[in-house]
């Protein structure tokens, strides 16, 4: 059974792509989620909003990543390309050129936007067992 987590924990370092997780992320055994199709991602946007009512300061990493070939998106996990994607208008637009890792943008109403991987938000990590740690949204 698939469980989708939220971590507290922020996020350093740049995520590779065949990196499971950075050491710096504790996924506990699991990875960034990958969302697969429109009703995962709509109930990770509600849990997103409930989590955090009217802030917008807080962004969640997903498993999506261009850092092999500019604009080919990828999961790390999986090594799969999307066949599905939720941008937000203008995405993925590579400001600064440096932007190859991918998370849920709170001003957008969690849309996906693309980002530095080296700026420090929270992410939702996928497990196939349960593990200690984190809040269970699914």
């Not at 991602?41 to 997103?48: A, H, I, P, T, V």
């Not at 261009?66 to 400001?95: I, M």
Request: one cysteine or more; hydrophobic letters at 30%; a negative charge.
């Amino acid at each position: 059974m698939r469980h989708l987590r939220v971590r507290s924990h922020f996020k350093s370092g740049r995520l590779g792509v065949r990196i499971m997780c950075p050491v710096s992320i504790p996924c506990s055994g699991g990875h960034l989620a990958e969302i697969q199709d429109a009703a995962t991602n709509k109930f990770l946007q509600d849990k997103s909003r409930l989590g955090h009512a009217n802030d917008n300061d807080y962004n969640y990493f997903i498993d999506l990543t261009d850092e092999a070939a500019l604009d080919e998106w990828e999961w790390v996990q999986s090594a799969t390309k999307p066949n599905f994607t939720n941008w937000g208008d203008n995405q993925p637009d590579h400001q600064g050129n440096d932007e190859h890792c991918v998370f849920l943008y709170a001003k957008d109403h969690y849309r996906w936007h693309d980002v530095d991987c080296d700026d420090h938000d929270l992410f939702i990590c996928e497990e196939e067992e349960m593990n200690a740690g984190g809040n269970i949204i699914g």
